[in-house]
């Protein structure tokens, strides 16, 4: 009777520490998915090391129920498609009009002119890159690469598809010169740029 006795106790111990281990390995990844999300990498990846990887996409798969979830419960909640703001002037008059009918816009008043355009269009429009004009020739120099020459002839403005699209016509331009190899390039050779 004893043994049996002794026998439940370890059984319940044993239960009540998977339950906790399984509770502790949860509350990290749970831990590690918000911190992931909140943009802290590496805190993200100490925290999940202490939870397994299928404990980890548990979490992550909870959270992104949840974020289904959440606005979906509130969605009598939300205004309806048909509404638009009042408006004033000559859209008044079609502010009862359904969603989908289409609206004319106002017709600009006797004397208008649009305000000039900005003459610094700002960092959301590409400019063209360019290689500075200096550069007819490049010397290969310690630790360089066709797509390192290729960056520093294109400029600080160089996107890696930039540098992907012209290494190539780069290496066609001095094939004679690097070799068979474009990836074996030696100090002290003298590239030119493409035509």
Do not use: K
Not at 108 to 119: F, I, L, R, S
Not at 147 to 163: E, F, N, S
């Amino acid at each position: 009777m004893e043994n049996t006795v002794l026998l439940g106790l370890v059984a319940s111990l044993v239960g009540l520490a998977v339950v906790a281990w399984w509770l502790l390995s949860m509350g990290f990844a749970i831990a590690s998915a918000l911190l992931a999300a909140a943009g802290a990498s590496t805190a993200s990846r100490r925290v999940g090391s202490f939870a397994p990887a299928f404990m980890r996409r548990l979490a992550m798969a909870m959270l992104g129920l949840g974020l289904v979830a959440v606005p979906a419960a509130h969605a009598d909640s939300l205004p309806d498609p048909a509404w638009r703001p009042a408006a004033s002037g000559p859209a008044a008059a079609v502010q009862g009009t359904p969603a989908s009918a289409p609206v004319a816009p106002p017709a600009p008043e006797a004397g208008w002119v649009p305000a000039a355009p900005p003459t610094d269009p700002g960092p959301l429009v590409q400019q063209p890159l360019r290689p500075p004009a200096h550069t007819s020739q490049v010397e290969v120099r310690p630790g360089d690469s066709l797509w390192t020459i290729v960056a520093r002839h294109l400029g600080a403005g160089a996107t890696d598809l930039d540098i992907a699209q012209a290494w190539p016509s780069w290496y066609e331009a001095n094939a004679g010169i690097i070799g068979g190899n474009p990836d074996l390039i030696r100090p002290g050779q003298i590239l030119v740029p493409p035509r």
